[in-house]
């Protein structure tokens, strides 16, 4: 979908909050349908500073996901603070996603984002093996922006090969790819990455 003016050339689809609501100028364009504000390149990305850690969220919902409950809406909403709800998927985007993996992601991490099976074990040289993007892997443990940012600038990790592909494609058509990813995670998997997308953005200023 085409930013609906040069104004707004930062928007992608519909937005749930207003920049004036959050104060912000800049928008991040790709969180496609919410409206995520994302930090330029070069500032610095910093942790969320919320009372509830990543790693108590995560935590939570490990024990939570352990319980073998049968509910579709995500454990953590129970105990954490209320966030506006997360927003639907964009089949048109991740159908377009799809087809932008297919071309530039597929060969490393799998046609069906499996990655490689022994992603968790060294190389011989020290690398690490593409992760996996479904919900086996950790993609869905991370916000959006970074999300992005890792894809267009490189992971600044020790032992990635990944390239960056910010001479390829944009911020759009990475967060398209995002939202296919989104399409093929479970309930609990989305919804914890739409609450750590929204706290650390939250914590970037906005």
Request: charged letters at 20%; one cysteine or more.
């Amino acid at each position: 979908m085409a930013p609906s003016s040069r104004r707004n050339r930062h928007y992608v689809g519909f937005s749930a909050f207003d920049h004036e609501t959050l104060g912000r100028r800049r928008w991040f364009p790709a969180w496609t349908t919410a409206g995520v504000p994302f930090r330029p390149h070069g500032t610095t990305m910093e942790p969320p500073r919320r009372k509830i850690t990543l790693f108590a969220a995560i935590t939570l919902l490990a024990a939570a996901c352990g319980g073998g409950s049968s509910s579709t809406s995500s454990p953590l909403d129970a105990v954490l603070e209320p966030i506006p709800p997360e927003p639907p998927i964009d089949t048109a985007r991740a159908e377009e996603g799809a087809r932008l993996y297919a071309q530039y992601c597929a060969a490393c991490h799998g046609p069906d984002l499996e990655g490689d099976p022994d992603w968790k074990v060294p190389n011989a040289d020290g690398s690490y093996p593409p992760p996996p993007h479904d919900s086996s892997g950790h993609t869905w443990h991370h916000p959006v922006p970074q999300l992005v940012e890792l894809v267009l600038r490189g992971p600044r990790a020790p032992g990635s090969t990944m390239p960056r592909f910010d001479g390829t494609l944009d911020e759009a058509e990475v967060a398209a790819i995002i939202e296919y990813f989104r399409s093929t995670w479970g309930p609990e998997e989305r919804a914890f990455n739409w609450r750590v997308t929204y706290e650390y953005t939250r914590s970037q200023g906005s």
